[in-house]
């Protein structure tokens, strides 16, 4: 199996009150979410980001982390799961001239709003059913994004990364290590199906399969 190595450290993280935002949401909030539609990624911040756009300081200090770790040169290739509009893969892509990028995402809204340059690098499909060949990635990367299927789908999901991943592959997940860390975690949930401790998750690994790198998101 792979490491807990926090590949984020340069992304920028915003202090927000969990403790309004548990207060504010219903079960209605939640069921907009899920259906990751414009409400999710353009709406209301009740029920998703709030405004979805393209802003270089988040991703952009980030790749050299990637690039580092993997090796990655122009000659590489990388998949993102969950891709949404496909900024990731904007920065990575500009950043490592001639890398093959590609982008999944289960959103025919943020596919169809993906931003400038990633139209032709990104498909709606399903993480529990990826439309490639085995061994198909250098890097498969997902982020936040595992973790919104049921438990059996969270499986499926990471035998799949696992299936076209040829080297490396790098996940984030909703955990939580302590009571107050998991009361957190459920107040800031809006989209997440399973959320485990984290020797949960590294318990689940073993039973998907899944050989490569992680790390966990705890707010």
Same mark, same amino acid.
């Given at each position: 199996? *792979? $490491?807990? @190595?926090?590949?984020?450290?340069?992304?920028?993280? #915003?202090?927000? +009150?969990?403790?309004?935002?548990?207060?504010?949401?219903?079960?209605?909030?939640?069921?907009?979410?899920?259906?990751?539609?414009?409400?999710?990624?353009?709406?209301?911040?009740?029920?998703?980001?709030?405004?979805?756009?393209?802003?270089?300081?988040?991703?952009?200090?980030?790749?050299?982390?990637?690039?580092?770790?993997?090796?990655?040169?122009?000659?590489?290739?990388?998949?993102?799961?969950?891709?949404?509009?496909?900024?990731?893969?904007?920065?990575?892509?500009?950043?490592?001239? *001639? $890398?093959? @990028?590609?982008?999944?995402?289960?959103?025919?809204? #943020?596919?169809? +709003?993906?931003?400038?340059?990633?139209?032709?690098?990104?498909?709606?499909?399903?993480a529990r059913d990826l439309p490639f060949e085995d061994d198909s990635f250098d890097l498969v990367v997902s982020v936040n994004t595992l973790h919104n299927f049921q438990?059996?789908?969270?499986?499926?999901?990471?035998r799949e990364v696992q299936r076209v991943s040829r080297k490396c592959s790098f996940v984030v997940l909703d955990a939580y290590r302590d009571e107050e860390e998991r009361?957190?975690?459920?107040?800031?949930?809006?989209?997440?199906?399973?959320?485990?401790?984290?020797?949960?998750?590294?318990?689940?690994? #073993?039973?998907?399969?899944?050989?490569?790198?992680?790390?966990?998101?705890?707010?």
């Amino acid at each position: 199996m *792979g $490491m807990e @190595v926090d590949l984020l450290a340069n992304y920028p993280r #915003a202090k927000r +009150n969990l403790d309004a935002r548990s207060q504010e949401k219903t079960a209605e909030d939640r069921y907009v979410a899920r259906q990751f539609g414009r409400e999710f990624f353009d709406g209301d911040r009740r029920v998703g980001y709030g405004g979805f756009t393209y802003d270089p300081r988040f991703w952009q200090p980030v790749v050299p982390t990637f690039q580092k770790r993997y090796g990655l040169t122009g000659e590489s290739s990388l998949l993102d799961v969950g891709c949404a509009k496909g900024f990731m893969l904007k920065d990575f892509a500009e950043a490592i001239p *001639g $890398m093959t @990028v590609a982008g999944i995402d289960v959103s025919d809204y #943020a596919i169809a +709003n993906a931003v400038e340059g990633m139209e032709h690098f990104v498909q709606v499909a399903d993480a529990r059913d990826l439309p490639f060949e085995d061994d198909s990635f250098d890097l498969v990367v997902s982020v936040n994004t595992l973790h919104n299927f049921q438990r059996d789908g969270v499986v499926q999901a990471l035998r799949e990364v696992q299936r076209v991943s040829r080297k490396c592959s790098f996940v984030v997940l909703d955990a939580y290590r302590d009571e107050e860390e998991r009361q957190r975690i459920e107040a800031w949930n809006l989209t997440a199906l399973t959320v485990l401790p984290t020797v949960g998750w590294v318990e689940l690994f #073993a039973e998907a399969g899944y050989e490569g790198d992680y790390y966990w998101f705890i707010p």
